[in-house]
Each structure stands twice: as C-alpha cells, then as structure tokens.
C-alpha cells in the first residue's frame, strides 16, 4: 500500500506539485485503523505483538512501535507494558482515516486545479500566437483576404459604455466578431457576449472591407 502527500510549491506565477511518499509507519498505521474498522480486532481485544506486526508488515520493530504510538495518540488504541497493544475505541479508528482521507481529497482538488490552470494557460498562449498569424497574414495578403482585422477603442463618449456585447447585439448590427479585447496590458481572448464595454478599451474584431466604417459610426452613435 503506498500513500503519497502533494506539497505544492510557487513556482514562475503557479503552483507546482512534488509527490512526497507517506511514512511507511503512517500507512502501517493506517491500515491497522482500516482493520480494527472492519471488525478484524474487536474493541477490548490484543493486537499481534510487534514482532509479530513487523513479520507481516516486512518492517522493523521500531517502525512498528511509532505505527502504535500514532495510534495510541490518536486514541485508537490503548498500550500498557502488562496488556501489551489493545483495541480501544473503532469511532477513533473512522475519525482517523477520514482525516487522512480528506487531506488526499484535498490534495487532489488542488492537483487538478493546477492541471486546468496549465491548460488554460497554453490554450491562452496558442491563441494568442493564432491572432499575431491572423494580423501578419492580413497584412501581408490584405489585397486578397476578405476578412480583416481591426482595432477600435471606445470612447469616452460612446453610447456602448456600460453595456454588454450581446446586450447591444454588436455582430448583428455591425457583421463583425470580436476576438479580443486590449484592456490597459492585459489582452482578454475570446471575450464572449458578457463582456461589457468599458471606455479605452482596444477592441480587435474580424469583419469584411466595410466593416471599420460600420463599427465606428455604431460605436459613435
């Protein structure tokens, strides 16, 4: 049985995971918890002696003995020089795992957080690299594409301030699509119908020859 932890380090503007393995005392204390759970030792009744533990779990006696005093710890189990190892309480042995196996929980959530975050942002960056092709492609064929970008900022005076992209229904009413928005240094890809129109925004859209002139006169109605 091998159980890991995932300590997570800020690493370059993210998190960063390194597996570190569980203390083999920790999953032998672990497992034991399981068994007393499943009614292998009853409450009241002797645990194998430590010898016996370390022949069946392949570990030393001392590594043994810090499995038990984890569990004496945390009230599992009770040791006496005269009574040796006994089972004392199974709600300890549950409250045991199910802290352990919240902290995994945990571990995982935040493993797969960090995974999106990585994805989103290569995602992010290959879109971006398609944009500077779209714009240097037009540029150096803007006599045979039909499609242009373009870049508009928004006035201060625009009736557009306030409002949403679907909201006023912008590539109905100008037959362009936006792809991105330029707000102060930060570029927004694909900025979707919620996006609301803020005044110095750089707005950069797709459309055909006509469309600067019909974006311009709509934002400046």
Do not use: C
Request: aromatic share 8%; glycine share 8%.
């Amino acid at each position: 049985m091998v159980m890991a932890d995932v300590l997570y380090k800020y690493n370059g503007g993210r998190f960063m995971e390194e597996d570190i393995v569980k203390p083999v005392y920790q999953q032998i204390a672990i497992d034991l918890a399981n068994r007393i759970t499943r009614g292998e030792f009853k409450i009241g009744t002797k645990l194998h002696g430590r010898s016996t533990l370390a022949g069946q779990y392949n570990v030393s006696p001392e590594t043994i003995r810090r499995a038990v005093t984890l569990l004496d710890d945390m009230n599992i189990v009770d040791v006496s020089h005269g009574k040796g190892i006994m089972v004392k309480s199974i709600d300890s042995a549950f409250k045991f795992i199910e802290k352990f196996r919240s902290h995994d929980s945990m571990n995982s959530l935040k493993k797969s957080i960090n995974s999106v975050i990585e994805r989103k942002g290569k995602l992010d960056e290959e879109l971006t690299a398609y944009i500077d092709k779209l714009i240097d492609s037009t540029e150096r064929f803007k006599n045979s594409n039909p499609f242009a970008p373009m870049e508009i900022e928004i006035p201060k005076n625009s009736k557009l301030i306030g409002k949403t992209i679907g909201e006023v229904n912008f590539w109905q009413n100008t037959g362009t699509t936006i792809i991105g928005i330029r707000r102060n240094k930060t570029l927004i890809l694909s900025p979707g119908p919620y996006a609301a129109f803020i005044e110095g925004d750089v707005y950069i859209m797709i459309g055909d020859e006509n469309s600067y002139e019909r974006v311009k006169n709509y934002i400046n109605e």
